[in-house]
């Protein structure tokens, strides 16, 4: 029996190197070498358990870039070879830090479904959103299509109205793509930020902010009911004045009838005010997982723009990169995990192309 390296995560922070069997090709789809998986935000709160699988152990990582190396008999993707590169977009579908993984993929143009209700109160499809990386877009920044389509999904179905004022929550990568996009392509009137992270501070106004507010700025210098939209990618948030929760104080910097899009995903309950909901007539919005309100054959139309958005550079792909990792190192992913939250920089790269590429 083939075997291949991949890290488990065996219980809120405590992961292993196992070695596991080496996937087969299923009939309809793709197995994959992998090239290069960048570290999310998601695998972080896996990892620190603020986000929880359907049971352990799970293989992390779905920011993934993979090099097809054997296609199945009754595959029917459009143009898709072995040494094609391909990136995926899914739900659940996790399952990348690992040197091989299969794909039943959806390509763009194509509608198929394997849906099934998942154990998070939504319905999931077994395939995944893909596209075929094109020779332009190198191995780093092709991992970056994965996070940009998530963004765009929640942009192009809950975009702001042309000269909006707009305040992005959170500056980490996420906050940097929405960011981007939003002021590049959206028309805005202004686009700010906020963040506690003096670094991702900076970071956002290299690449999109006019003006990035540590929390208690965006408290005294700004005035209430000043934005018309806010996009909310922060992670689980936990602070000792209920008064400056930050998503309460965004709701409070919000114009009456303004809008609030949520990105970031925690299991764990959040501070959303209620009465300012009620007393503005907020409207909260989001791009559901849900493949029965938002299918997967869309997603797949999505992440075919979100390729050429780093084609392009709207999203800055090459200022999006910090860190590369090698994967022959665990002990430094691991610690790369554990200290995320106080990193410097924005996206780490799990390379696992290694000298045999």
């Given at each position: 029996m083939q075997t291949m390296k991949a890290v488990q995560l065996i219980a809120p922070r405590k992961t292993i190197l196992a070695e596991l069997p080496k996937p087969t090709v299923p009939a309809d789809g793709l197995l994959m070498?992998?090239?290069?998986?960048?570290?999310?935000?998601?695998?972080?709160?896996?990892?620190e358990g603020h986000l929880f699988p359907s049971e352990y152990p799970v293989v992390l990582g779905h920011e993934y870039l993979g090099e097809v190396v054997e296609i199945g008999s009754e595959f029917t993707g459009p143009g898709i070879g072995v040494g094609d590169r391909i990136v995926y977009w899914g739900q659940t579908d996790y399952d990348g830090f690992a040197e091989y993984r299969?794909?039943?993929?959806?390509?763009?143009?194509?509608?198929?479904?394997?849906?099934?209700?998942?154990?998070?109160?939504?319905?999931?499809?077994?395939?995944?959103?893909?596209?075929?990386v094109p020779d332009e877009l190198d191995d780093l920044q092709a991992s970056f299509i994965e996070p940009t389509t998530g963004v765009m999904r929640s942009v192009l179905a809950n975009a702001p109205r042309i000269g909006d004022r707009v305040l992005i929550l959170g500056t980490g990568p996420i906050g940097i793509i929405a960011g981007s996009i939003i002021r590049k392509l959206l028309a805005p009137h202004s686009v700010v930020?906020?963040?506690?992270?003096?670094?991702r501070n900076t970071h956002a106004e290299a690449h999109f902010s006019e003006r990035a507010y540590f929390p208690d700025e965006l408290i005294e210098e700004v005035q209430e009911s000043t934005f018309d939209y806010v996009f909310d990618c922060l992670p689980t948030v936990n602070v000792a004045d209920p008064a400056k929760d930050p998503r309460r104080v965004a709701m409070r910097k919000?114009?009456?009838?303004?809008?609030?899009?949520?990105?970031?995903a925690s299991q764990e309950m959040q501070s959303f005010d209620t009465w300012l909901m009620l007393a503005k007539g907020i409207n909260i919005s989001a791009s559901p997982f849900d493949v029965s309100?938002?299918?997967?054959?869309?997603?797949?139309?999505?992440?075919?723009?979100a390729m050429q958005m780093l084609v392009s550079g709207i999203v800055d792909g090459k200022r999006l990169l910090s860190t590369v990792h090698p994967f022959d190192d665990y002990d430094g992913l691991v610690k790369i995990l554990e200290n995320y939250r106080t990193t410097t920089g924005l996206k780490t790269v799990v390379d696992f192309r290694g000298d045999a590429w």
């Open positions: 070498k992998t090239r290069c998986v960048s570290i999310c935000s998601t695998d972080v709160s896996f990892f299969t794909l039943r993929p959806i390509f763009s143009g194509e509608i198929k479904t394997d849906v099934f209700q998942a154990d998070r109160n939504f319905y999931d499809d077994r395939r995944a959103a893909a596209v075929k930020s906020v963040d506690a992270n003096p670094h919000l114009k009456p009838r303004g809008r609030y899009v949520l990105y970031g309100s938002f299918p997967m054959h869309h997603t797949a139309n999505v992440i075919t723009a």
